[in-house]
């Protein structure tokens, strides 16, 4: 063999030695990114676990859904009494309005006996007003009705005049509260005559007949008829929305941070009370 | 896209997501109204709501801690923890807004635009995050640096192209 050829052979075999590290490197390579993207999907899949987790477990600390309000039992429904009527109970009525007729403020309050949040303010601030400003004489309330989270028309003229038509026996404000605090599942349904005829049946005191017979009062649709057109006039397009005056003066629209907290209220009564 | 572009784009995000939470944090300690789109309704229903607390705590609040740690994980250098660190972050910031928009959905029953927004934004962090996290260095293409096999993390200043 030549010195030529001799030098060509090594050189090939130096050439095969340097690809078959290239190609190891390579494979290595590959094999240390498979693993590393693996390491990253198994960080990254404990992570989504983990949040997972979490947000199920505040789901269900902080109620898994709407919070339903029609209560299971007669114990249950007892208690919804029993709390209404300490909170309403002995308070003048007349009509739609509660507290005294010669209250210095009146407070507007436009509600869909079917709106979520309307019942969140029956349920949270209206309580504390009561018992401090409409129990005292200082203030009376006005519930006007303005459809808004009912959504078949007929269906939120019979649950309004149900109430309205309890107003005939100054126990309109039974009527709601008992409502509120029973109310279902937004779009659900709930509400039907067995519904209405139950809520009728607790409302301590109540004449079911005359109740019944009140229903179908024209008065009571044309005063929901009325409701609207003021609540039109006033630019409110949700509920609740709210107006406070002077009794007997023009209501003006009440602005309100927090529908749980009463301070908002508060405030505007106690100026409406020093003007 | 660049590592670099990346970063500013998931910045930029950040820093919208962080004034979003900021003016929902002011509305609610200032105790007054957010400026909303149709008359208002839904985002001071949202706000006003039982579900505007978590523990006692404002969750816009939340979200503006939220948004702090999402933008300090990219203010960090660009590391595989920095960026694992971002991507955590946009996960359970996802997480959190999944959360509320269901609340929305299905408790409130009102929609809020500026949770929306925020929902939004964090929804793309989190995709671009995960991108990040999951390609590694951007300029190796999938290809693991040695700081990402093993060796010492590289000190590059931030945006600097790898080789």
Not at chain 1, 127 to 133: E, M, N
């Amino acid at each position: 063999m030549s010195t030529v050829e001799d030098d060509e052979q090594d050189l090939t075999r130096k050439q095969r030695r340097e690809q078959a590290r290239a190609k190891r490197k390579e494979l290595e390579q590959a094999e240390a990114a498979t693993a590393v993207r693996r390491t990253r999907l198994t960080q990254l899949g404990i992570v989504v676990a983990i949040v997972v987790v979490i947000i199920v477990a505040v789901v269900i600390a902080t109620g898994g859904g709407s919070k339903k309000g029609i209560p299971k039992n007669t114990h249950e429904k007892n208690a919804i009494v029993t709390e209404v009527t300490s909170l309403v109970g002995g308070i003048a009525q007349n009509g739609n309005t509660l507290g005294d007729p010669k209250a210095p403020v009146t407070l507007a309050y436009f509600g869909d006996l079917e709106c979520p949040i309307c019942r969140e303010f029956t349920l949270g601030a209206l309580p504390s007003l009561i018992q401090k400003y409409v129990r005292s004489g200082k203030l009376k309330i006005e519930y006007r009705s303005l459809e808004t989270a009912t959504k078949e028309p007929e269906t939120f003229k019979t649950q309004q005049v149900a109430a309205l038509a309890a107003g005939k026996q100054q126990k309109m404000w039974y009527f709601i509260e008992l409502f509120y605090h029973q109310q279902g599942e937004e779009d659900s349904g709930y509400v039907t005559e067995n519904y209405l005829q139950n809520l009728a049946q607790q409302v301590p005191g109540l004449n079911l007949t005359t109740w019944s017979a009140a229903r179908s009062d024209p008065e009571l649709a044309n005063s929901i008829a009325t409701d609207a057109q003021a609540a039109n006039v006033a630019g409110f397009t949700g509920t609740p929305s709210f107006q406070i005056g002077k009794t007997g003066g023009p209501l003006k629209k009440l602005e309100y941070a927090s529908l749980t907290e009463p301070s908002s209220f508060e405030s505007a009564i106690e100026s409406t009370l020093k003007a | 896209m660049s590592s670099r572009s990346l970063r500013i784009t998931l910045l930029v995000l950040t820093v919208i997501g962080l004034g979003v939470a900021s003016y929902l944090t002011y509305i609610h300690y200032a105790g007054i109204k957010p400026l909303c789109g149709r008359n208002g309704g839904g985002c001071e229903i949202v706000q006003t709501s039982e579900y505007s607390k978590l523990a006692g705590v404002p969750v816009a609040l939340i979200g503006l801690i939220g948004y702090v740690a999402i933008l300090a994980s990219l203010l960090l250098p660009e590391t595989e923890r920095s960026r694992f660190a971002t991507v955590a972050l946009t996960v359970i910031g996802f997480g959190f807004s999944v959360y509320l928009t269901y609340r929305e959905l299905f408790s409130i029953h009102h929609i809020c635009e500026w949770c929306v927004s925020s929902a939004v934004i964090v929804t793309v962090l989190m995709c671009l995050a995960t991108w990040r996290f999951l390609r590694g260095d951007a300029t190796a293409m999938g290809t693991p640096t040695q700081a990402e096999i093993g060796a010492p993390e590289s000190n590059a200043p931030l945006g600097a192209a790898h080789s």
